[in-house]
C-alpha cells in the first residue's frame, strides 16, 4: 500500500477573494506539515496557486492536474504536473484521486463541479467558508460525506478525524 | 454547416421522483417534435430514459453519450450510444456536445455538475422544477445563461427562443 | 436494442494521399447505402472529412467525435458533433463506439493509437490500403480481429460479414 | 519552474517476458539513481509494476496514472496513484505527462498507443529491446523523436541527453 496521503485543494481559479487566497496558502501549509501530498488543478492562479505555493513554503510535495496540454499555465509551485490535455474532464481526477476533497472558499463553476463528482466517488468533502447556497446544497446532497470548516486549522483536524477512520487498507 | 441541433437532456438517473420521469418523457417528445436530436447519458434509468422513451415515442432521434464501455446499461431508445468508457468524466461532454441544456427535476450529483460544466462551456441551461437550492445556487453562478421552466411546454419555449439568438453560423 | 449500426471510418486528417481520400468518400457513401450510421473524428480534414463528405452525398447519417471544444475546425459533413474537449484522449471513444472499425490508409500516429485502442476493447479493425509496417505489426498483435481490404468494396463486404456474426443481441 | 524531471515507463501489463520484466525494474532503479520521477500506467502487474519497484527499491518517487477508479488493481510500489477511472483514455495522459517516455519490451496494444500518443505530443520516445516491427513503424512515423536502446543503461544515457536538450524554462 502507498503509504502517501493525497489531500486535494479545490476552489475558484479566477476571481478568489483575497481572504480565500490566504486561507488556501494557510491550508497549503499545515497539509506539507502533516507530511500529505498536496493535490491541485494546477494552474498558477486563484486558490490552486495560494495552496501549492503554501506547501512548497512548508517543505510539502505538490501535485497539479492540468486541464492543458502544456506547462503554460502551470503553477510555479506545482512539483509533479500532470498534463491531462482534457479541460474541465480532468476535475474527476482531482476529486477520485484526493482521499479527503477541501473545498476553499465560495468556488467556482469547476468547484461546484468537482464537489458533486467528489461526492459521487465518495470522496469526503470539507467545505472552507463556503458560499451559503452551495452549503445548503451540498449538505442536503452529499450525504454523511459533507464537512464545513471556519478557518484552515480546523479543516486539517476534521480531515485527520476523517483520514484516522479509514480502513488500515486504504483508500 | 450541421443543420441538427442537439439538445441535452439530463437529470437524476436513479432515484428520479414519477413526476420529473413524466415531465422528461414529455421534453422528449416535444424536443422530437421540434426536429431537435436528443442527447443524454444514454443509460436506462431515470431522466435519461424517460427523455429518450419520450423522444423516440414521437419519432425523434437520440444520441446516449455512455459512462461505461459497454451496451449493458444502455436505454433500449437510444439510437446512438456513443461509448466513453469514462464514467463521469463524460459529463463534461454531455453539457459541451448540447447547444442548450435542460436540466430535468432536482438532478442528482452528475446533473449538478453537468449545470456547473454547461455555464463553464458557455451552454444555456434551463431548470424544469429545480431544486430550490440547487436554483439559488445557479442563478447566482450562472450569469446569463440559466433560465427556470415549470412546465415542459416552457422549457422548449424558452430553447426554441435562445436557438434563434443564436449567430446563423450555429454553436 | 438500438437499431442504428455504428461505422467508424479512421485515418489520417493532415497529409492523408489523395488515393486514400477517394477511397474514403468511396467508403463514406457505401456505409450511408447500407443504412449504416458513420462516425469519424469529425474534423474538416483528411480521411475523416471525405469519408463524412461520402456519407452525406449518398444520404446517410455522420458522426464526429471532435478533439476540441468547438465547432471551428468541424467537417462541414457532420451531422452530430460531439466536443469532447479532450484532444487525443477522445481516440478511445472513436474506436470503443464503433461496432467495426475501418482503418483507410496509411494513416498518421493518431490512427495507430485508433486502431491499438480497438482492438484492446475487442473491435474488429478493416485495414484498407495499410501501411506494410503497420499491416505486420497488427495482424501479429490483433488476434482474430485484424482484416486487410484492398479496395472499399471489399471492405464494407467484410465489415458485412463481420456484423452477421455479432449475436442477435447486438455490440 | 517544476524541478522534478518525470521520466515514463510503459509496457505490456499482462504477458511481459521475464527478460522485459527484469530490465523495467533495471530501468526503475537507474531512473530513482537519476534523481527523476518515475510515472507508469500504476497496475501491479508486468512493466508498470516492475519499473515503480526498481525505483522504489532505489528510494525514488513514484506516480501511477491508473485507468481504474479505485486501488484495487494498484502497484503496492506506487508512492502516488492518480485514479482516472477513464480507462485507456488514461493513456494519452501517460504519454503527455513524461518528458520523455521509455518504452520496455515488445509492448502490448496499450503501449503502442501510449507510443503513437507520445509521438502526437511531440514527446521522445526511447524504444528498449522493440519488437521489430513496431520499431520499422515507429522508426518511420516518430519523426526525429524515435530512439533505440539496446538495454537499460544506453537507455537512461540518451534520456539523459534528451534532458539536457531541453530549453532552460523546462517541458
Redesign the interface.
Known sequence: ????V?IGVMGAGEGASSSDVEAAFAIGGLIAKEGW?LLSGGRNVGIMDAASRGAKAAGGLT?G?LPG???CA?S?A????????????????NS??SEVVIACGSG???T??EI??A???QRPVILLNP?E??R??FE??GGGLVFVAGDPAKAIEIAKRLLARRAPS??
Chains 1, 2, 3, 4 share one sequence.
Open positions: 500500500m502507498s503509504q502517501y493525497i501530498v501535485i492536474i496540454d502544456d506547462r502551470l510555479a506545482v512539483d509533479i504536473p500532470i498534463l491531462t490535455g482534457m479541460g474541465n474532464a480532468r476535475n474527476v481526477i477520485r484521486s467556482g463553476l469547476g461546484i463541479s458533486a463528482l461526492f459521487k466517488a458560499d447556497d452551495a445548503a446544497l442536503k446532497m486504504g483508500g
